[in-house]
């Protein structure tokens, strides 16, 4: 398209997957999200459009629609198109035929294995068939490519290895020193549900010269997430077939979570297995955190314009991470003792046990690598990928000192590990379970789409039970993930009211102090007390509310300190006093008559509301 004639922007949308109910949501977010654009125009297709057009009516059409923007069209040749796509086409190609072998290796197949593995399965579509001819052409490759080089992959040397253990030499040399397999009398493998019959075929190797030696394996089925890189259940679950004499241990308690979600996790594996006991005594807390509910204010909407993901977790995490910046407790508390000794009654009493629980640790737990199309983390801020450069958006909004109690992990990378609270971003169908279309490239070593979805259950078990505390589990209601559906048919989860979550404040910077006339009264208050305002470094502005205006650094500011210290308060009669924070969100606003001040209504209470309550 030859933009030089650019006036407005022009987003064309192809919407290949239309009738599906999941897609068709998405398809109505995103109109949505484009006609409140101003200078963008969206440009929607869809399969329907190409079956009644055909392909150069389909062209044709759109090249009309362009020109009534004033955009020239003039259409690329195949190989333009080509280049233009080249690099994105082969990067996902270029994945599924790594994965592929990954698999092909784990599996130790050699060219002629998987060649017979390939004429015994029943392809499903004519795709599938042509990419198994290709892969295999690939691995063969791969194959004669290492053997030409004297190369190896990791998945190479365990075979190696098992191969010199069983041709009897077990003799070892490490940096530490020299060892002997055969006289290893335990050998403790964990993770156990992961194990995969290459590192079967080492573990085989080593008892074959060492036959006394006592193997303890630990693992959790409700666990295994690995089979797609090759992992197999079978290993744990018939266990006692590979190893002979040997003996099954339950470890039923959980020492990790509190009593909810251990019971979160039960429900959702209920059936499959030995319930866990939670050892701890708290209860902790579920929460699902519905997004359909949630409406952002003025200023979340002006922060992140059609998205409510970001302002939502932000809520979340402003609440849980709670360690408000000191100078926000201050013109809090200060601000509320200040009330509580000179508000007249009715002004309504904060509890100050509701105050800050410091030290809590959230992660943000993804299914995915990637966050919806509309999530806009703007200018990339790490090298590291889409999790981190939103992790670094959200931190962005979080007092300096509590940034880091805040992580980001896809479920996959954070098995093992744990955090006090966990939030799930997208406990939706399309993440929960996730089945990838390129399934059926791997359909040939016997993966179904129902192995796939036990094992994605496993995956949220894991996600749901990394939590020690607090787990919130962000969803559409309208648009639950089926395992949350099951689990909410089991179990009542308490749906959170995005009321007890305000909005985050953010990190505040300054403190402006705008003095004016209270309505009603004339214009005499300022008027009396410029001298002694001016004095003071005020100036008269008149953009808004016409007051005088003085900013302060946040740091330490007080309200109560403020008007200890103001000198022209003893003077003041019908004044008001403003609070605001560098956005110009009004903290506060007082009435000074005759020297006392009073708080009036306010919006302190949305940044009290920040206070973590636990
Ligand atoms: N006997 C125990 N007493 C008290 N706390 C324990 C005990 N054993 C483990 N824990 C605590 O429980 C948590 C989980 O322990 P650990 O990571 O060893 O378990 P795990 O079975 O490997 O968990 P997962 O496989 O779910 O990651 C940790 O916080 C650990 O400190």
Known sequence: MDNSSQIDNIVIEYFGLEGDPDYDIMSEQKREYWRNRPNWHFVELSPTTLRFEEVEGFCALLKRCLESYGKKCDRLTEDEIWTKIRLRAIDRFTKVVEGFIQRCRKLSLTSEKLASLVDNHKCASDVEQRFLELAQKFYQSYLQQLQVTGEDDFDGLMQKAAAVITSGQTVFHRKSGTGDLKCLRYILID???????????????????????????????????????????????NFAQF?????????????????????????????????????????????????????????????????NITPAILRLVNKTIAVPIQMRYNIISRGVRARQRRAPTGVPHVNENRYIKKGKTVVLLSRKNSLPWYVNYGKPTSKHGVLDNFLNLVRSYLPEESRKALTISTAHKYKGLQNDVVIILDAVPRCYPLIHPDLMFSRVFGDSIEQVVDEERRLFYVALSRAVEHLYILTETKNLSPFLEELKSRKRINLLDWLDYPPCVGSIQHITVKVGNQAGKGGNGTYAIRDLLNAEGYRWRTIGWSAWCCTYPAQDFSIQQYFDNAQWISHACGIEVRFYDDLENMLAKYHVDYGQFIPVINNLSEVDLNINPW
């Open 243 to 307: 190893f002979q004499p040997s003996q099954k241990l339950n470890i039923a308690t959980n020492y990790r979570s509190a009593t909810s979600i251990v019971d979160i996790g039960n429900t959702l594996m209920y059936g499959l297995g030995t319930p866990a006991r939670a050892h701890k005594t708290i209860f902790g807390t579920v929460e699902i955190a519905d997004l359909g509910q949630f409406n952002p204010n003025l200023n979340e909407q002006k922060d992140h314009p059609g998205d």
């Open 191 to 237: 993770e156990y549900q992961d194990f995969s019959k290459l590192f079967h075929h080492l573990i085989e190797a080593i008892r074959q010269q060492n036959p006394q030696a006592q193997f303890f394996c630990v693992g959790d089925d409700w666990q295994a997430i690995n089979g797609f890189a090759g992992s197999d259940l079978r290993f744990y679950q």
